[in-house]
């Protein structure tokens, strides 16, 4: 899987009760993914950014849907809303370690309250696995809050070798995404 395919990523999966695209992130989702972003609870906000968030700036905007594609990978899942889309979960990783093929990446999930619980993370989790894998990387790192049990069981129930270590103030995981 090259750069161009990842950036052209597109799959149609099915959410417990609709349908749902997961998609590359694009320049143009800038206003799609502030809207997303309006409609995060505080609770949610907290357990993605570890702290309280304004509304992002144009600069993180333009940050969070202009990206490479070979160090920074961004997915969106969307659903069909009225006559348009909406973003309901992103999900991203950076590379982290490693040149050429880089071998670590750190990587995040947000999901909208409403969709919580259908799968979302996890399917956000196994289209960025399967990318990662594809370009060479042996492990994702990610920080997760200790109340965040949603995300601790999606990377727990992945299948996948984890280590864990705890700290005051998060669980810093390590995925090996080699079984």
């Known amino acids: ?27 143009e989702d800038k206003g799609l993914l502030l809207e997303a972003f309006k409609g995060l609870e ?20 333009a940050n969070a849907t202009e990206v ?9 899942v969307c659903v069909r809303e009225n006559a348009g889309e909406r973003i309901i979960g992103a999900g991203r990783y950076f590379v982290i370690e490693g040149p050429n093929p880089p071998s ?3 990587i995040a999930f947000a999901v909208e309250e409403d969709y919580q619980g ?24 990610a920080d ?4 965040n049990r949603k995300m601790l069981r999606v990377f727990e129930r ?3 070798p984890v280590e864990t270590k705890a700290s005051s103030d998060s669980i810093h995981m390590t995925i090996f995404l080699n079984k």
């Open 1 to 27: 899987m090259n750069r161009d395919d990842i950036a052209n990523y597109f799959v149609v999966e099915k959410l417990r009760d609709r349908t749902a695209t997961i998609r590359a992130i694009k320049p």
């Open 42 to 61: 505080t609770g949610s906000i907290y357990m993605r950014f570890f702290g309280p968030r304004k509304e992002p700036t144009e600069r993180e905007l």
């Open 68 to 76: 490479d594609f070979i160090r920074h990978v961004a997915l969106v």
């Open 104 to 106: 670590a990446a750190e």
């Open 118 to 141: 259908q799968g979302v993370a996890s399917i956000l989790f196994r289209h960025l696995l399967r990318v990662g894998r594809e370009q060479g990387l042996s492990r994702f790192e």
């Open 144 to 147: 997760v809050l200790p109340g």
């Open 158 to 160: 992945a299948g996948l």
